[in-house]
């Protein structure tokens, strides 16, 4: 008898937790809601949007089209997320690209069927220097090539510098997001431009 009453006990006791619980939650003033972003089925959103989301979304689709150029064709292909194992981000990867860590503090996007086409994505601090950064950029582009050009992308509230070597081409761009600050260093070639698709899943990065 004892036993059975210590039992109705302890279960009215956390039926009484669990309805303070829900009253202490009912009891929050009331605040108004906005409607969670959802990644996705708009196509290639506006660049403001994208960055937005790469700060602001909590849930991310496993999946969602990009629009972009290559060549000056433009295209649309699905995308999906994918997750480093090497830096705290995920980002949006086309089906013809893969995600790969290089080094420490350093994630490539390649081209799978040409690996020497690809992307570099390194994660900066907070309270980055862009000023220092942009000086380290240019130095190490002068390296390359004396003409440091604009690449003409669309990045905004970013900067873009671009050197030509050759064949090749190598385009580093910064992204100046005040939560998720990032450099992307862009090697191409001539024929083969594949920087807007690179760019527009960097814009899906968070």
């Known amino acids: 008898m004892t036993s059975w009453t210590r039992n109705i006990g302890c279960v009215t006791f956390a039926a009484f937790l669990l309805t303070g619980c829900g009253m202490a939650t009912d009891e929050k003033p009331d605040v108004p809601q906005e409607d969670p972003v959802k990644e996705g089925h708009e196509g290639k959103a506006s660049q403001g949007d994208n960055r937005n989301n790469r700060s602001d979304n909590k849930v991310r689709l496993m999946e969602q089209n990009l629009q972009y150029t290559i060549n000056g064709e433009a295209k649309e292909k699905t995308a999906f997320l994918k997750k480093s194992d090497n ?25 799978t069927e040409d690996d020497s086409i690809y992307m570099r ?14 000086k380290n950029v240019q130095a190490q582009l002068k390296s390359i090539s004396e003409t440091i050009r604009d690449p003409s992308l669309d990045v905004e509230g970013g900067t ?14 910064l992204l100046k997001d005040e939560n998720t600050p990032v450099r992307l260093t862009i090697f191409t070639k001539k024929g083969r431009d594949y920087r807007d698709a690179f760019l ?7």
Request: proline share 3%.
């Open 87 to 111: 830096q705290p981000f995920s980002l949006y990867v086309l089906q013809q690209f893969r995600l790969s860590a290089e080094e420490p503090g350093k994630d490539i996007v390649y081209l």
């Open 121 to 134: 994505v390194e994660l900066l601090k907070a309270d980055v220097n862009w000023d220092e950064v942009e």
């Open 160 to 173: 873009g510098f671009e050197v030509e070597s050759g064949d090749d081409v190598i385009t580093s761009i």
């Open 200 to 206: 527009e899943m960097a814009k899906t990065l968070m």
